[in-house]
C-alpha cells in the first residue's frame, strides 16, 4: 500500500527486509545506507527496546525514474529476526509493497530459515497479503563461509515459486544492490499496473 504525498509529488513505497536472527538484514540495510548519496537519503533509525531491534531509512534514489509525474521514495526496514518478537514483525508489514527474505546460507541454520519464511506467509495472511502476490525476492546470504548450503538446495527449500534470486555477501556488499534493485523494480512494476 503505497502512500503519495500530493504536496512533495512523491510515492512513497515499504519494502521488508525478513529473515532469521543474524542472517544479515541489519548489514543489508547499513550497506545501502553507506552507499546512498547523503542529499537522497534520509536519516537512518533505529527503533531499539532491551532485546530487539528494527532499522529503518528512506531514500529518493535518482535514477529510477517518475510514475506519472511522481518521484518514487523507498523506505527501507528490517524485522527484528527472532520469530518471539512477532508481534513487531507483523507491524512492520503493515502497508508492505514488496519483500526481501534474506537466508543464512550456513547449512546448520536451515531450519531458521525455513521457520521464519513460514512466520512471514502467516504474518503477510493475517495483514491480508499473499506471498504468492506480492513484488517477493530471495536473498541467499553469507555466500562466504564454508559451511554453506548450495543453491540448489537454498532454491527447494525457500524458493519453490523461483522468485528472483540473489546471492550475497552483505558485509562487502556483493548481492546488495542486485537485491535491492530487483524488489525495486517489482514494486515500480506492481505500481505502475495501478495494483
Known sequence: ???????????NCKIVFYGPGLCGKTTNLQYVYAKTNPEAKGKMISLATETERTLFFDFLPLSLGEIRGFKTRFHLYTVPGQVFYDASRKLILKGVDGVVFVADSQIERMEANIESMENLRVNLAEQGYDLNKIPFVMQYNKRDLPNVATVEELRGLLNPRMVPEYQAVAPTGVGVFDTLKAIAKLVLTELKKGG
Not at 1 to 11: D, G, P, T, V, W
Open 1 to 11: 500500500m503505497s502512500f503519495i504525498n500530493y504536496s512533495s509529488r512523491e510515492i
